[in-house]
């Protein structure tokens, strides 16, 4: 069963193009926000939306996202209301969704519960931050015939693990640009083209590039290593400017329409 995710690549190869993934936090500032932002973000070019799950110790999330998942931590958000949010959304569009979430937090809720409610609610992967190799594979397991991919992380610290750690992947493959947690950077790790050629050679699953890419010139650096790019703690500051003067969705829009031109070029 192929994924919306797996769909949506296909179709840009036909286009030749290249797949533009935001992140957000579910429940920065509000539900209700966030549900309005992954329209707004399909609306203005966003090919793949990531859900980030707010979680009380966000080990690979730098500051800015840190932030966010407090704030949705302090209006109660749980993950019962977020699987209500994704029912919502899929009353009014079909974009591909993921969730990015530490392990913890399906181990707290219940394994069978949380993919029966993935699969119901209509979520498309699942990118779980701290989930090792050695680890996945009964929950890999659990997923076959749902439609949802388990979407590995890969790091130019993989070395001899890469081949491993893509092998039998669906959806796309999180190739991080550089060492650390999540935020903007200046420059990425100089192996980079020979890091995503490596993975290359293991499956031909999409890649995408993630950590750090913040702009548009960030995106023009990095678009020709892979299948798709991924912007998260950018589009963060951007919600996090807006709040006060209730700008956020618009400074989003502005935002990411410029990624999305950038990519195209």
Known sequence: MKSKITKKFEELKGKDQKALITYITAGDPSVEDTEELVYSLEKVGADIIELG?????????????????????????????????????????????????YYNSILRYGIDKFIKNCKESGMDGLIIADLPLEERVDFKSALIDTGVDLIPLVAPTSNERIKSIVEDSSGFIYCVSSLGVTGTRSSFSENIEEFLGTVARYTDVPRAIGFGISSPDAIKQLKGYSEGVIVGSAIIKKIEEGIKDGTHVLKVEEFVKTLKKALAE
């Open 53 to 101: 799950i707010p979680y009380s110790d966000p080990l690979a999330d730098g500051p800015v996202i840190q932030r966010a998942a407090q704030r949705a931590l302090e209006n109660n958000i749980n993950i019962d209301d977020i699987f209500e949010m994704v029912k919502r959304i899929r009353k009014n569009t079909e974009v591909p969704l993921a969730f990015l979430l």
